[in-house]
């Protein structure tokens, strides 16, 4: 019994030994995964922020390009000093290229981020940029990518040009020019969209479907997802625009109620759909109006010689019906439509120091790559 008991303490102090050398070596190894992990977690988080950084310079890149006036774009082939920045800690250099690709205002930013520990991430985006030139506009009384009709009594002071079919030549006063191709400049309606998207505030748009001159003094910049109807419920009361007036669907201006003054205060109305402004409207200095869909003008006019004034309608039918002279241009992509009586006289927007549309409004990312 004495040994028997002999031997099996010596056995359980040999297990022990044997599971104190094993849970020592594991416990070695569990510290030295821990200490692995650790490291590559550090690493992880360090490529992490870096990669953060050099996309902030993307970014960056962006924001001057679209904001800021004393940044200058490359020309073709060219490629413009590093704006260099600290971003987390982190050396940024962003540059920006515009390489030599045909028909396209494509621009290759480039932006590296430097960590603490000499590594770097590398991010290189192509971008296409978005743009709007409506100058070419200002230099016709007319411009259609259709046909024009001109009813009897109806006087145009101004050149013309048009790419479909013309009714009443005789009633212009300036250079008719056919272009049967089409109108080369004219943009497609996206660029549109994208122009005036940017210049409004798309999380927060207007509520109502109505807005009513009498309560409302001022409007704008302003986005309207869905229809719009603008009036007045009371008499000689003025409406002035401080910003882009952005329409999803139709807009509707002074068909109902009472008279009132519009004053476009040199801004722009931009509907995607039809727009119909009514006499009940009288319409005070320069500013565009723009349509995707149709354009049925019918206002008084208190605008004179001073003021320049551009009714559009990008894809429909543009009908003219105001109550008094109309200064500047008109444009329509279908047709053109002048009711008798009417005159229009152009002049340069220059002239009274209005601009019509001009610049790039976006970029659309087009590949992303990593390095």
């Known amino acids: 019994m004495y040994n028997n008991s002999r031997n099996k303490k ?37 490529t992490a922020v870096t990669y953060y950084a050099a996309d902030a310079g993307v970014e960056e890149a962006l924001w001057n390009m679209l904001h800021n006036g004393s ?10 000093l590093p704006l260099e920045l600290t971003i987390n800690g982190k050396t940024v250099e962003a540059i920006v290229a515009n390489p030599l ?89 996206q660029d549109y969209i994208d122009h005036y998207l940017a210049e409004v505030d798309e999380s927060a748009p207007y509520p109502d479907l109505i807005i009513d001159a009498k309560y409302t003094s001022t409007i704008g910049p302003l986005y309207r997802q869905g229809d719009l109807n603008i009036y007045s419920s009371e008499t000689d009361v ?32 931009f509907v995607e759909g039809t727009l119909d402004i009514g006499g009940k409207t009288a319409i005070q200095g320069s500013g565009s109006i723009i349509a995707i869909g149709d354009v049925f003008f019918s206002p008084d006019i208190s605008s004179g010689e001073g003021n320049y004034l551009f009714t559009m309608s990008v894809e429909g039918t543009t009908t003219l019906n105001p109550g008094s002279t109309y200064y500047g241009s008109i444009a329509g992509n ?8 009417i005159t229009i006289t152009w002049i340069n927007p220059a002239d009274v120091g209005y601009e019509l549309a001009e610049g790039i409004s976006g970029y659309q990312t087009m590949s992303y790559n990593i390095y």
């Open 10 to 46: 010596g056995y359980v102090l040999v297990l022990a030994l044997v599971i104190m050398v094993i849970g020592a070596l594991m416990i070695g190894a569990l510290l030295s995964y821990l200490d692995t992990s650790l490291t590559l977690a550090n690493r992880g988080e360090e």
């Open 238 to 269: 003025t409406l002035t625009l401080n910003g882009t007036i952005y329409v999803t669907g139709d807009l509707d201006i002074g068909k109902v109620n009472k008279n009132f003054n519009l004053d476009l205060n040199g801004q722009t109305i």
């Open 101 to 189: 690709v045909m028909d396209e205002d494509i621009y290759k930013i480039t932006s590296t981020a430097t960590g603490n520990d000499g590594g770097s991430t590398t991010l290189e985006s192509y971008v296409l940029a978005i743009s709007l030139n409506l100058s070419g506009f200002g230099d016709y009384a007319i411009t259609s990518n259709g046909s024009i009709n001109l009813q009897p009594g109806t006087i145009i002071n101004g050149d013309v040009i048009y790419a479909g079919e013309i009714d009443g030549e005789e009633n212009i006063t300036g250079n008719v020019t056919q272009d049967e191709d089409g109108i080369a400049w004219w943009p497609p309606a």
């Open 71 to 80: 940044y200058s774009l490359p020309g073709d082939g060219e490629v413009n």
């Open 334 to 341: 279908a047709e053109i439509n002048l009711q008798p009586g």
